[in-house]
């Protein structure tokens, strides 16, 4: 989740978010954005009034593998994108059996054989 900071000019300045239980620094805002994935510190930001400017769940499922985006790719030659590791958790998700297949190319190739 990305959280917008408070200052004015925030380019030129890094911005310290102190935790009031804690008494430590639980974030640093540079360039006006700070970015985290942990609860306790979306929860902490969100107490202390700061703005989200973009809901990370939106942006995983935006990055989310489907096989129309594993096509597309083919199609427009950008499968370096792709991770291995990340099309075969697709296709552990979606209980494709990829046979022998470790590489990339033959990996895509099994996954997109399948109806």
């Known amino acids: 989740m ?3 900071g408070k200052v004015a ?3 030129r300045v890094t911005e310290q978010v102190w935790d009031p239980k ?3 620094v639980i974030a640093e805002i540079k360039d ?3 970015e ?3 609860p306790e510190v979306i929860a902490s930001l969100k107490s202390l009034g700061y703005e989200v400017i973009d809901d990370q769940s939106s942006v995983e499922d935006d990055n989310e593998l489907t096989k129309e985006k594993i096509s597309k790719a083919v199609e427009d030659g950008t499968t370096d994108s792709i991770k291995v ?3 075969i958790v697709f296709a552990e998700e979606n209980g494709i059996d990829l046979g022998d297949a ?3 190319d033959d990996i895509i190739t099994v996954i997109l054989s399948v109806e």
């Open 22 to 24: 804690t008494g430590s």
């Open 2 to 4: 990305k959280f917008k």
């Open 85 to 87: 590791k990340d099309l």
């Open 36 to 38: 985290t994935e942990k």
């Open 102 to 104: 470790r590489k990339k």
């Open 9 to 11: 000019e925030p380019d």
């Open 32 to 34: 006006g954005v700070f």
